[in-house]
């Protein structure tokens, strides 16, 4: 079908949509148990069928490669499936709680109950995961779920879009393709939560038009990660793991991908030399050749990164890399060092394969140099000082911390991810994602006895002395 007789969505298309939904979920579609189980089979079928066109079109979408497109968004989405398939069951168990004597007798639990109709706005650096990863938290708390996938990533947008139609229950659970047109179409829309993955400048438009219904949000936003390196650490295990979570994970365009680095200017020579030597090893001396790494996302994105390194007070710190391929959208692994505080690059997430260096004297001046910015996603240290590793856990303030690794903090479902301050709010994962899309609901049981006189008028002076 041509493009043009493709019906638009606006804000009639998004008002009936949610209509419908809700129409589902008054019916008490989504909340059993079963429902919710069948869901989540889909998904895992879905997946395990489909992973072949995933892989396909995350390569379409960014270059990805194979092996961290599996990794990083096949795996990753089917190990969050398969734990709400094991756990669904223990969550949606009523937790019981501690009465008081002015209840006597009584007993009191704590019911997770749905929220309702919630809208999923996902990214384009992880498509796949960002998008399906809450759905499936959505789905396991038992709401109806509209799901709307990056633009910037269309080819995943429209692979879920038919995935999901041909896999899961279409009566309450719905993908709307499109861009700021059709996402401010649905932000108009009186949703029951928000969950939101992006930038903290569309994270503002999200909150605004949630307070208009008083909606609940999430908000999974990023930062600049700071990474903070000893001089007595095992340096080869540690760049290693720097490098892992910067340029082989998605080429630094990850929100928890180390945004800069800081060391002492004594330490710093090695540090480079390491780094320099462990690039070469993964990606060969022309790396914008290699296809172990994933492309600049856009034309858009790429003009950005290069207008950072062309900087005046930037360009002439590069100490490794800085070259660039337009026609490829490709930009080598780049290292600058000691790079002016007021430039672009140590302001802005950067958000790619950028990665400055900056020297202090000692590693406490660290401290007030991230404390200085905004609260990032993640913060690193690698360090085999534990004093020092103490002081970073409690006077750096990040949504998550991970010491002596990169990244791999997300990976552990029994911890909460997400962000603080300007890097987000509220958090998801394993059973979080579950109570991010629920309501706790307090419920009192009482009987007729324990009754009170002292409750009840006339406030005699005699009732004073009963209580
Ligand atoms: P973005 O905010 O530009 O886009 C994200 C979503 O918002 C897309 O679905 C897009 O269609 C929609 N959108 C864009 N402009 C809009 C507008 N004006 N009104 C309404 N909706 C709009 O973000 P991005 O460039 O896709 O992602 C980059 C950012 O996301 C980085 O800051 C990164 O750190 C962050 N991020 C965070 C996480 C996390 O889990 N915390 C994960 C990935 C990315």
Request: with cysteine; net charge negative; glycine share 6%.
């Amino acid at each position: 079908m041509p493009d043009e007789k493709k019906k638009v969505f606006d804000v009639e298309s998004a008002a009936s949509l949610v209509k419908e939904l809700r129409g589902s979920f008054n019916a008490g579609k989504t909340k059993s148990y079963e429902w919710r189980i069948a869901q989540l089979k889909g998904i895992e079928k879905m997946i395990d069928e489909r992973e072949k066109d995933i892989i396909e079109a995350l390569h379409e979408d960014l270059s990805k490669p194979e092996l961290e497109a599996f990794v990083s968004e096949v795996s990753m989405s089917k190990g969050a499936c398969k734990l709400a398939l094991k756990e669904l069951g223990h969550w949606m168990k009523p937790e019981k709680a501690k009465t008081s004597m002015t209840t006597y007798p009584s007993s009191a639990e704590i019911v997770s109950e749905p929220l309702g109709v919630v809208l999923v706005i996902s990214t384009w650096n992880y498509p796949f995961l960002l998008s399906i990863d809450p759905v499936i938290g959505a789905i396991a708390a038992g709401n109806a779920v509209v799901l709307k996938p990056s633009e910037i990533a269309p080819a995943i947008s429209t692979l879920l879009s038919k995935l999901l139609e041909e896999y899961l229950d279409n009566s309450s659970i719905r993908v709307v393709e499109g861009a700021v047109a059709e996402t401010t179409a649905l932000l108009e829309q009186k949703w029951d939560k928000i969950f939101y993955t992006g930038s903290p400048r569309v994270g503002r438009i999200v909150m605004a038009a949630a307070a208009k219904h008083l909606t609940p949000v999430t908000l999974e936003l990023g930062g600049k990660c700071p990474v903070v390196v000893d001089s007595n650490v095992n340096l080869q295990v540690a760049v290693r793991r720097i490098i892992a979570g910067k340029w082989a994970c998605n080429n630094g365009q990850a929100c928890i991908a180390p945004d800069y680095v800081i060391t002492t200017k004594d330490f710093a020579p090695k540090l480079i030399d390491v780094l320099r030597h462990e690039l070469e090893e993964f990606f060969g001396k022309n790396p914008i050749e290699s296809e172990d790494m994933s492309r600049i996302v856009s034309v858009q994105h790429f003009k950005r990164l290069t207008r950072l390194l062309d900087e005046d007070e930037v360009s002439d710190k590069i100490i490794i890399g800085g070259q660039r391929d337009e026609n490829q959208l490709k930009i080598a692994p780049t290292i600058l060092v000691d790079v002016p505080e007021d430039t672009e690059i140590m302001k802005e997430e950067i958000f790619g394969p950028l990665l400055p260096i900056l020297t202090v004297e000692n590693l406490e001046e660290s401290f007030d140099v991230i404390n200085s910015k905004s609260k990032p996603l993640a913060a690193y240290l690698f360090s085999e000082n534990k004093q020092l590793q103490k002081d970073f856990v409690n006077n750096i303030s990040s949504g998550g911390m991970l010491i002596n690794d990169t990244i791999l903090h997300l990976t552990v479902s029994s911890l909460p991810f997400g962000g603080v301050g300007e890097s987000g709010m509220g958090s998801y994962h394993g059973k979080f994602s579950f109570d991010t899309f629920s309501h706790k609901k307090a419920v009192l049981y009482r009987g007729f006895t324990g009754e009170s006189p002292a409750r009840y008028p006339p406030y005699t002076p005699g009732k004073l002395k009963l209580l």
